[in-house]
């Protein structure tokens, strides 16, 4: 249960930010909101899902893993896409020579340690991999222009979360970390397929599972049905009153049987009185 709640809890975090932004087009395989996968309705054809956080993932660090991919996704992808890249804030204050740098590499850094919250904290690897992903962001966007259109490319934040995703998908995967090869699916193609952000139904990233758009509604609506049935299983029937006015019609003299029964009766009764006087 309280898996269930962590999870819910933090996707639900999330899930302002991806109704924001559902029109944007999927940015590779680290995109921290979406992915594409085979649509089983039109084969041969791919659709947008949502990348949601899976019920093991404790709900302390499920929550950090929201924040982190919230942040990363504003920072690296959410204003616009060109030459093929897209384009944050980040990316944007970074086009103020040096300052603009400075500010980029504090934000960087406000991640990293947002990282740092998970229960343990994060492993030597994954701290030093963050640290030289920073590193290298700040170093790049020092070069004018082309610098900038680098460090758009480069992603530091969210190749960050990535490496978050990994170490939580390592730790708390029930079996271990998963390294298996879908059925029928080639090994290089798949890692190709990855870097475009096209996965396999079956085969999300680490500590990710795959949410199409619509279920949100669907289990708006199925809660609502089981709602509707609960207060009509609550309400209490009406009280059936028996109806009276026949009986009272039987008892009372009334009604048309009555009064037809009760005027033959008073019609053999004066039959009987006249022929009695006769005989007198």
């Known amino acids: 249960m309280a898996a269930l709640v962590g999870k819910y809890a933090a996707n639900k975090v999330l899930g302002s930010q991806m109704k ?63 030459f093929g890249m897209r384009f944050g804030w980040e990316s944007v204050i970074g086009i103020v020579p040096g300052f603009g740098d400075v500010v980029g590499v504090l934000l960087a850094l406000s991640v ?26 700040f170093v790049v ?37 998963d390294d298996r090869n879908v059925a029928g699916l080639d090994r290089e193609k798949r890692q190709q397929n990855r870097k475009s952000g096209i996965y396999h139904p079956q085969d999300p990233p680490p500590a990710t599972v795959f949410e199409d758009f619509d279920d949100e509604a669907e289990d708006r609506r199925q809660f609502m049905r089981e709602q ?12 059936r009153v028996p109806a009276q006015q026949p009986q009272q019609q039987r008892s009372g003299g009334g009604g048309w049987r009555s009064k037809l029964t009760g005027g033959n009766a008073q019609s053999a009764d004066s039959g009987r009185q006249q022929a009695g006087n006769v005989r007198r």
């Open 112 to 137: 990293w340690r947002k990282c740092q919250k998970v229960e343990g904290g994060l492993d030597s690897g994954t701290n030093t991999q963050m640290l030289l992903n920073i590193i290298i962001d």
């Open 228 to 239: 509707d049935a609960a207060d009509r299983v609550r309400q209490p029937e009406r009280t």
């Open 20 to 82: 924001k932004y559902q029109n944007k087009k999927v940015s590779g395989g680290d995109d921290p909101f979406f992915a594409l996968v085979e649509d089983p309705k039109r084969p041969g054809k791919m659709k947008k899902v949502k990348k949601v956080i899976p019920a093991y993932i404790p709900e302390h660090d499920a929550m950090v893993l929201a924040s982190v991919k919230k942040t990363a996704y504003r920072l690296d992808m959410c204003l616009f896409n060109l």
């Open 141 to 177: 966007g020092l070069i004018p222009f082309l610098g900038d259109l680098a460090d758009a490319a480069f992603k530091a934040n969210t190749r960050n979360a990535a490496l978050l995703e990994r170490q939580l998908d390592k730790k708390y995967r029930p079996g271990g970390r």
